[in-house]
């Protein structure tokens, strides 16, 4: 049962807003959170992306590059608001960093090229929110480019999020002479004055007038369509009132049902105001989102965003900076103290809280407390990692950790000096406390240090981190993708039976097993997406018993970590257990599961396998003059173009790419193209790969 909070929680949680910024790469996610610390008086100068003066892009690589690499918490207030901003990365290598905040967020801003519109990366990060049901609002930015378009882009919204954009703003002037917009809720003209960071509101301009009459009209037909008060009131008058399209806008946004779509410039400051205003009534606060569920036992508990409820909170960031060792928390309910000594309820581990800090990017303000719907940053922690359940110790909860994507593009990293490989380790360690899609491993068939990671750029940045902060001087070898391996034909019947005997009690253990490929809904098996692996079993008469079976699973399960091609991880594989049999003294879970380790191996070695490789989705703007050369390069690479479209003087060309064969494609796009042509990847998944590269024949 929900407890009622007293009348000045409430106030206060319901004032607080949770968002984060998404967007692709160079929509301009980093200048609009710039413009809002701005706005909101947080700051009181205007950072710039290419002058390195931004608060959330602190980081040396950051300013070095241009672009987002780690998430950055900023808070600040506006209109009797708090409002705790988390600008996100917009480069797909970095894709794991924009999982981990969505897990933690209430709300998003979505930000769009008006020029572009939906690009891939913008199409990823609307995915993981929709997995994460986290409400947003459309922000479509840079109206003042050449080329720009409202219209176009909000096209491009609708065809590929398959949303129902809600058009609430119509520009004033095009391109260059973009100046403001309409409000379509209150039928006002927000007008921005050269050099002024504010705007007058007025009449709508005369020539503006039927249009905008014309797009209020439509938006409120397209909101009596989704909500029912709206459709009443529409039915009853042919109006909606302001109040109830902005009602109903909220319901529609928080529902997902619909998503808010305002425009502006952020560059030249120009609807962050109104994009405020719409955080602040559209997006949700703490209490209107469901209450968080977590394990506790066998059972699973909701916490309510009640302050008085037992702590609870997540761990989703965690980074090593001058001043210590930073936790970055959401609290989900309850209240914590500086000095408390909380639960790590994964690892069974105490931790103490030494300071709670009210993070700023890379600046930070000490608090005494952090109560529910709070996102702070505590130093005391030592061993919580990404991903841990920080909560009471007399209310142990286990809240559902951010997915981790796995690696799939690895690196060999060795010190240059010998002296200097323990340091190496110990800073690789560290490397992937902070960022959990990292991987680190020693190769046991050559003893060298292998780091995984989710791109050639993201490996190219963790290997400069180690460099900078640690000062070590660290040799790179190429990069090695993380392949898999597939059945393409089974078998069927595999006997295998295992007997061991050398005093004492022995080892008995029979089964028979089929071993085919999975197909999914669609019939196909090309390891793109696949499940990696589904067991049943067929045996009747008991002649297996209940816990034997699942032996036999945790065996097969070891046997897929290494394949018969190369060793390799197995994917994609269903195995029936259809029969065995046992032995009153000798069989056991330990032998059961040798033998189901044991038979898998042999019938592997028996399937034809098929070796695969990741595969991703490149998207390259060239020059048209260019068009020609860049196909025949991605040809060379054995790449398949899907599409072409052409866009303002450039050609977007699509095509699905071995991961293997893109390394160095940067340099070679910009050398094609006289430095003019750009290019995003997407995984998309696993393709059979060519005997040239398994070394092997595929489905031999």
């Not at 009459?213 to 109006?239: G, K, M, N, Y």
């Not at 559209?282 to 309510?304: C, F, I």
């Not at 608090?367 to 030592?382: F, L, N, S």
């Not at 008469?541 to 945790?554: D, L, M, S």
Request: charged residues 25%.
């Amino acid at each position: 049962m929900r407890t009622e909070l007293p009348r000045q929680l409430t106030s206060t949680l319901n004032a607080v807003r949770n968002l984060g910024i998404l967007a692709h790469v160079d929509a301009g996610k980093t200048t609009v959170t710039e413009r809002i610390l701005y706005a909101t008086g947080t700051t009181h100068k205007r950072g710039e992306v290419h002058d390195g003066t931004t608060i959330t892009d602190f980081d040396s690589q950051e300013r070095d590059r241009g672009i987002t690499i780690f998430a950055a918490a900023v808070s600040c207030a506006w209109a009797g608001h708090r409002i705790n901003l988390i600008d996100t990365p917009g480069h797909v290598d970095f894709a794991d960093e924009v999982e981990r905040s969505l897990r933690v967020l209430d709300g998003a801003i979505a930000v769009f090229d008006a020029v572009a519109g939906v690009e891939p990366q913008s199409e990823s990060v609307w995915r993981q929110a929709d997995r994460h049901a986290v409400p947003r609002i459309a922000f479509v930015n840079k109206l003042d480019r050449t080329g720009a378009d409202l219209d176009t882009a909000v096209a491009s919204i609708r065809e590929r999020l398959h949303t129902v954009p809600l058009v609430v703003q119509l520009p004033i002037g095009r391109e260059e002479r973009f100046c403001g917009m309409v409000d379509l809720i209150r039928m006002r003209a927000l007008v921005w004055a050269d050099g002024r960071d504010t705007y007058e509101e007025g009449d709508v301009p005369d020539e503006l007038r039927d249009e905008a009459r014309r797009r209020r009209r439509l938006l409120e037909e397209t909101v009596a369509e989704l909500h029912p008060a709206a459709l009443e009131e529409f039915c009853a008058r042919s109006a909606l009132s302001e109040r109830t399209l902005a009602g109903a806008l909220r319901d529609l946004t928080r529902t997902g049902e619909g998503v808010v779509v305002l425009c502006g410039s952020a560059y030249r400051n120009r609807g962050v105001e109104p994009l405020l205003e719409a955080v602040v009534a559209y997006l949700p606060s703490p209490l209107d989102v469901p209450p968080v569920r977590g394990a506790l036992g066998d059972a699973v508990q909701e916490r309510a965003a009640d302050p008085a409820a037992p702590f609870a909170a997540l761990a989703f960031k965690v980074s090593a900076t001058a001043t210590g060792r930073l936790t970055y928390l959401r609290v989900y309910s309850g209240t914590v103290r500086k000095g408390e000594t909380v639960l790590d309820s994964g690892a069974r581990r105490s931790e103490r809280i030494g300071r709670i800090l009210r993070v700023q990017a890379d600046r930070h303000v000490d608090v005494d407390t952090a109560v529910a719907g709070d996102i702070v940053a505590v130093i005391g922690p030592k061993a919580a990692r990404a991903g841990a359940t920080l909560c009471a110790a007399d209310a142990p909860l286990v809240l559902e950790p951010p997915a981790v994507a796995d690696p799939v593009v690895s690196v060999a990293v060795e010190a240059r000096r010998s002296t200097d490989a323990e340091r190496l380790t110990a800073a690789l360690v560290r490397l992937v406390e902070e960022d959990p899609s990292l991987a680190v491993r020693t190769d046991s068939e050559t003893g060298q240090t292998v780091l995984s990671g989710m791109g050639e750029l993201h490996l190219e940045v963790a290997v400069e981190k180690v460099r900078r902060t640690h000062g070590l001087d660290v040799r790179v070898g190429r990069p090695q993708v993380a392949h898999r391996e597939t059945v393409a034909r089974g078998v069927s019947g595999l006997v295998y039976r295992h007997v061991k005997q050398d005093g004492g009690a022995g080892q008995f253990a029979h089964v028979v097993i089929d071993v085919e490929p999975w197909e999914d809904d669609a019939g196909g098996n090309d390891g793109a997406g696949a499940v990696e692996f589904v067991f049943r079993s067929a045996v009747v008469g008991g002649r297996v018993p209940q816990e034997y079976v699942r032996a036999v699973e945790a065996g097969c399960r070891d046997a897929l970590v290494e394949g018969p091609l190369g060793g390799h991880p197995v994917t994609g594989v269903r195995v029936t257990l259809t029969d065995g049999a046992t032995h009153p003294k000798d069989s056991s879970e330990m032998a059961f599961r040798t033998a189901g380790r044991f038979a898998l191996r042999e019938a592997l070695r028996s399937c034809a396998m098929v070796l695969l490789e990741p595969v991703v989705e490149v998207t390259a703007t060239v020059p048209d003059d260019a068009v020609g050369g860049v196909l025949g390069d991605l040809a060379a690479r054995r790449g398949r173009v899907s599409g072409s479209a052409a866009r303002a003087g450039a050609a977007v060309i699509t095509a699905t790419v071995p991961l293997a064969e893109l390394f160095g494609y940067a340099t070679r796009l910009r050398s094609r193209t006289q430095g003019r042509g750009t290019f995003t990847t997407r995984a998309t998944g696993y393709a059979p790969a060519p005997a040239s590269v398994s070394g092997a024949q595929p489905g031999r």
